[in-house]
């Protein structure tokens, strides 16, 4: 069983910060891609950004310049560093990591429960 645990949402005011955190846990062999998405209410579930086991690093258009994917392989985290929060941001933040089990079998993708995120104006 694996699980990938979100922590880090919440209110914040336009313009300010936030960090979420997502780490994974359970019988991992590694961790090929890590990211995190986001659906907005009446919207479809978007990337917001993710990164790759060797660090590579995509983000959408949207958020570039304002957030910063990064990860600790040794812990199975990935963080999200949010700032310059604006309210058309808000949404429901989902963490997904493409998890291999054993090195012989092609990566499964999770998704972590999500995390609400809400920018005021």
Not at 81 to 93: G, I, R
Not at 95 to 109: E, F, G, H, Q, V
């Amino acid at each position: 069983q694996v699980q990938l645990a979100e922590s880090g949402g919440g209110l914040v005011q336009s313009g300010g910060s936030l960090r979420l955190s997502c780490a994974a846990s359970g019988s991992i062999f590694s961790i090929d891609t890590m990211g995190w998405y986001r659906q907005a209410p009446g919207k479809q579930r978007e990337l917001v950004a993710d990164i790759t086991l060797r660090g590579t690093i995509n983000y959408a258009d949207s958020v570039k310049g304002r957030f910063t994917i990064s990860r600790d392989n040794a812990k199975n985290t990935v963080y999200l560093q949010m700032n310059s929060l604006k309210p058309e941001d808000t949404a429901v933040y989902y963490c997904n990591a493409n998890i291999r089990l054993t090195w012989y079998r092609a990566p499964l993708t999770h998704w972590g429960q999500g995390t609400q995120v809400a920018v005021s104006s």
